[in-house]
């Protein structure tokens, strides 16, 4: 079967048939063998196997029940991944019969997966669960209690993607996530963890209104009990200083060389970094210097309205790296699942179902790209976390306002940065540090990403720019980071850069602890520096690792390692880096929410707020409201 399938030949019925029946031997010794055959055979065109191997299982299965536990999964993947029951599911009520009573080891596997809930509601809510629910039994819910959950878990509104509940999320009522009534939890938790279910999302803090009221500390996040609740706390208390040492460093260096610091905060690892330096317009005094400074950026930029042809071409070269590296996976993503659900007999699925194809559609008819495949260059490989899962619409949204402010965006930094030298040269300001947050490389791909930012510093150059540019980056990797390697090929491109720390190619290299001190020296002879936010030590820990051990000693100054949000998707929920986040192939198991004052929360937004009024001493959410800041704060990506 598998040369055959090699050779462009799908199994037959009757193939399946002998499949399974191995399957069906948990001691088999070609068990494993049949169940990738089954799940994941080696065809030439894979795209149509699982729509295909769906259609079939109605005719062999009359009796669900009677499925491998593996098919059984992939089954609920499925539709926790349309968000409904595919058509070839209906036939003979295969679905209906299937939901109706899932085996406790498929429940158990539900809880460990992050689907979307609201389509498998019907599937959790067997009547062998009604029947936990309705025991009479001192420390847990009432069957009443458990009834009026019920009706209030299906009416929740599914909003924003990182609102929206998973199987995981139910599967906290059970301890451990045992589908048993004895690991039911008791009165006192199943009321915290019901609450949080159902309580309404707090309004979307990113660029809605004039104010956002500050949450208070949270008291809800994946079910977490207090000691836990407490470690991040304090794991956010040491985010906060790493963000005050990035802010510190920055401004001393101003200060120092008398130069507009650029920050680049490289999404995103080193996006955090960025939230810790203030905005353009804090840099300023009294509110009176700083429409005095807008006043004359805006006059330079009147004035200076017309550019050459030259520097209008090197933007759009700048645009098209921009969108090819960013925008074009996701899209190139988007349209593979589109086409998966047109497959499955899906096309449309979610509150913005009818704008998402809509857009898919003007995508694929684009002659700009190419046969549609996975970013990933596999076949599906499972569900995505709802935070993870690409949304066409909103990406649509996000690359015409891109594309719309590129350009402007540039010739703004430019003339902030002209103005801003001025300002310094006359002593008008101590320092000013210019943040910018974005995906300038993309380590991942290694030496196939190092053209763009060289081409940003050209193009600032072009416009007479000459500011002191630090560039942020975090790595886990103790050995020749991606980095590294960059840096050495923009030197030999002719970019006068230097690493520091852990990027140095210096012999021996430049510490990270004497940073400030080599910039100084250094400044004049070199336009870039890259460093790490924190420090070099290497402890690489994730934040599973220490969330399970309540890692205390990891938050010792000396020990801790920033790049423990190395491959987190959640912690930028709600924020302006979520966009800049790679294509995602593997589900996150961190819910993208958090309830304080009764309400949801994006975790990000949220970190986010906690952190700046850490280290800035203000509520960021009455930041940036209007004008020349407001263009600012959100074409850098910093809100």
Same mark, same amino acid.
């Given at each position: 079967?598998?040369?055959?399938?090699?050779?462009?030949?799908?199994?037959?019925?009757?193939?399946?048939?002998?499949?399974?029946?191995?399957?069906?031997?948990?001691?088999?010794?070609?068990?494993?063998?049949?169940?990738?055959?089954?799940?994941?055979?080696?065809?030439?065109?894979?795209?149509?196997?699982?729509?295909?191997?769906?259609?079939?299982?109605?005719?062999?299965?009359?009796?669900?029940?009677?499925?491998?536990?593996?098919?059984?999964?992939?089954?609920?993947?499925?539709?926790?991944?349309?968000?409904?029951?595919?058509?070839?599911?209906?036939?003979?009520?295969?679905?209906?019969?299937?939901?109706?009573?899932?085996?406790?080891?498929?429940?158990?596997?539900?809880?460990?997966?992050?689907?979307?809930?609201?389509?498998?509601?019907?599937?959790?809510?067997?009547?062998?669960?009604?029947?936990?629910?309705?025991?009479?039994?001192?420390?847990?819910?009432?069957?009443?209690?458990?009834?009026?959950?019920?009706?209030?878990?299906?009416?929740?509104?599914?909003?924003?993607?990182?609102?929206?509940?998973?199987?995981?999320?139910?599967?906290?009522?059970?301890?451990?996530?045992?589908?048993?009534?004895?690991?039911?939890?008791?009165?006192?938790?199943?009321?915290?963890?019901?609450?949080?279910?159902?309580?309404?999302?707090?309004?979307?803090?990113?660029?809605?209104?004039?104010?956002?009221?500050?949450?208070?500390?949270?008291?809800?996040?994946?079910?977490?009990?207090?000691?836990?609740?407490?470690?991040?706390?304090?794991?956010?208390?040491?985010?906060?200083?790493?963000?005050?040492?990035?802010?510190?460093?920055?401004?001393?260096?101003?200060?120092?060389?008398?130069?507009?610091?650029?920050?680049?905060?490289?999404?995103?690892?080193?996006?955090?970094?960025?939230?810790?330096?203030?905005?353009?317009?804090?840099?300023?005094?009294?509110?009176?210097? #700083?429409?005095?400074?807008?006043?004359?950026? @805006? $006059?330079?930029? =009147?004035?200076?309205?017309?550019?050459? &042809?030259? %520097?209008?071409?090197?933007?759009?070269?700048?645009?098209?790296?921009?969108?090819?590296?960013?925008?074009?996976?996701?899209?190139?993503?988007?349209?593979?699942?589109?086409?998966?659900?047109?497959?499955?007999?899906?096309?449309?699925?979610?509150?913005?179902?009818?704008?998402?194809?809509?857009?898919?559609?003007?995508?694929?008819?684009?002659?700009?790209?190419?046969?549609?495949?996975?970013?990933?260059?596999?076949?599906?490989?499972?569900?995505?976390?709802?935070?993870?899962?690409?949304?066409?619409?909103?990406?649509?949204?996000?690359?015409?306002?891109?594309?719309?402010?590129?350009?402007?965006?540039?010739?703004?930094?430019?003339?902030?940065?002209?103005?801003?030298?001025?300002?310094?040269?006359?002593?008008?300001?101590?320092?000013?540090?210019?943040? #910018?947050?974005?995906?300038?490389?993309?380590? @991942? $791909?290694?030496? =196939?990403?190092?053209?763009?930012?060289? &081409?940003? %510093?050209?193009?600032?150059?072009?416009?007479?720019?000459?500011?002191?540019?630090?560039?942020?980056?975090?790595?886990?990797?103790?050995?020749?980071?991606?980095?590294?390697?960059?840096?050495?090929?923009?030197?030999?491109?002719?970019?006068?850069?230097?690493?520091?720390?852990?990027?140095?190619?210096?012999?021996?290299?430049?510490?990270?602890?004497?940073?400030?001190?080599?910039?100084?020296?250094?400044?004049?002879?070199?336009?870039?520096?890259?460093?790490?936010?924190?420090?070099?030590?290497?402890?690489?820990?994730?934040?599973?690792?220490?969330?399970?051990?309540?890692?205390?000693?990891?938050?010792?100054?000396?020990?801790?390692?920033?790049?423990?949000?190395?491959?987190?998707?959640?912690?930028?929920?709600?924020?302006?880096?979520?966009?800049?986040?790679?294509?995602?192939?593997?589900?996150?198991?961190?819910?993208?929410?958090?309830?304080?004052?009764?309400?949801?929360?994006?975790?990000?937004?949220?970190?986010?707020?906690?952190?700046?009024?850490?280290?800035?001493?203000?509520?960021?959410?009455?930041?940036?409201?209007?004008?020349?800041?407001?263009?600012?704060?959100?074409?850098?990506?910093?809100?």
């Amino acid at each position: 079967l598998a040369e055959a399938g090699r050779g462009g030949v799908w199994p037959t019925r009757d193939d399946l048939k002998v499949l399974i029946a191995i399957c069906q031997d948990p001691r088999g010794p070609m068990r494993e063998t049949a169940l990738t055959l089954l799940l994941s055979p080696p065809l030439a065109n894979a795209s149509g196997y699982l729509p295909w191997l769906l259609e079939q299982l109605p005719g062999i299965f009359p009796k669900p029940r009677q499925m491998p536990t593996e098919l059984l999964e992939q089954v609920l993947e499925v539709v926790g991944f349309l968000g409904s029951v595919p058509r070839a599911l209906e036939a003979g009520q295969f679905w209906s019969k299937c939901a109706r009573k899932l085996p406790p080891t498929a429940l158990r596997w539900l809880f460990g997966r992050t689907l979307p809930l609201r389509p498998l509601v019907g599937a959790l809510w067997t009547p062998a669960m009604n029947r936990w629910f309705a025991l009479k039994r001192h420390k847990g819910p009432t069957g009443r209690q458990w009834q009026l959950f019920e009706r209030r878990l299906r009416k929740v509104v599914v909003g924003e993607s990182w609102a929206t509940l998973t199987t995981m999320d139910f599967g906290k009522l059970f301890r451990k996530g045992l589908p048993s009534p004895k690991a039911l939890a008791g009165r006192s938790r199943y009321r915290r963890i019901a609450a949080a279910l159902v309580a309404a999302p707090a309004l979307q803090p990113i660029l809605r209104g004039p104010t956002f009221p500050r949450p208070s500390p949270s008291q809800y996040w994946n079910a977490c009990g207090p000691p836990t609740l407490k470690y991040m706390q304090a794991l956010f208390h040491r985010q906060g200083e790493e963000l005050l040492r990035v802010r510190d460093l920055s401004q001393r260096l101003s200060a120092r060389t008398g130069r507009v610091v650029l920050s680049c905060h490289n999404a995103t690892l080193a996006a955090a970094s960025g939230w810790g330096v203030p905005m353009i317009h804090e840099n300023f005094g009294t509110l009176e210097d #700083w429409y005095r400074f807008q006043s004359a950026v @805006s $006059r330079s930029l =009147r004035e200076n309205c017309g550019h050459s &042809l030259e %520097l209008h071409q090197r933007m759009e070269q700048i645009w098209g790296l921009y969108a090819s590296r960013l925008i074009q996976p996701q899209i190139q993503q988007a349209c593979w699942e589109s086409q998966l659900r047109a497959q499955l007999g899906n096309s449309a699925s979610g509150p913005d179902g009818a704008a998402d194809l809509e857009r898919l559609q003007a995508w694929e008819d684009s002659s700009s790209l190419e046969e549609m495949q996975p970013v990933a260059g596999q076949g599906w490989t499972g569900a995505v976390s709802p935070h993870q899962r690409i949304h066409p619409t909103a990406v649509a949204v996000w690359q015409e306002a891109r594309r719309a402010s590129w350009g402007s965006g540039l010739n703004l930094l430019a003339e902030i940065i002209l103005e801003g030298q001025r300002w310094l040269d006359a002593g008008e300001l101590r320092q000013l540090v210019i943040p #910018w947050i974005d995906k300038f490389f993309i380590s @991942s $791909r290694r030496d =196939r990403d190092r053209d763009f930012f060289p &081409l940003i %510093l050209e193009c600032l150059e072009h416009q007479g720019c000459n500011p002191l540019v630090v560039f942020w980056e975090d790595t886990s990797h103790a050995t020749f980071p991606s980095l590294k390697l960059a840096l050495r090929q923009w030197r030999e491109a002719g970019l006068a850069c230097q690493g520091i720390g852990v990027f140095s190619d210096a012999a021996p290299p430049v510490g990270r602890q004497y940073a400030e001190d080599f910039i100084v020296a250094q400044h004049l002879d070199t336009r870039c520096f890259a460093l790490r936010p924190y420090s070099d030590s290497f402890q690489p820990r994730s934040l599973e690792q220490l969330l399970e051990r309540l890692d205390y000693p990891f938050l010792n100054p000396a020990i801790y390692d920033s790049s423990w949000k190395d491959n987190l998707v959640f912690i930028y929920a709600g924020t302006q880096v979520a966009p800049l986040v790679s294509v995602q192939c593997d589900a996150e198991l961190f819910p993208a929410w958090l309830v304080a004052d009764g309400r949801k929360w994006p975790f990000g937004a949220y970190m986010r707020g906690v952190l700046r009024r850490m280290v800035l001493g203000h509520d960021e959410y009455l930041l940036a409201r209007e004008g020349l800041a407001r263009f600012c704060a959100e074409w850098a990506n910093l809100l």
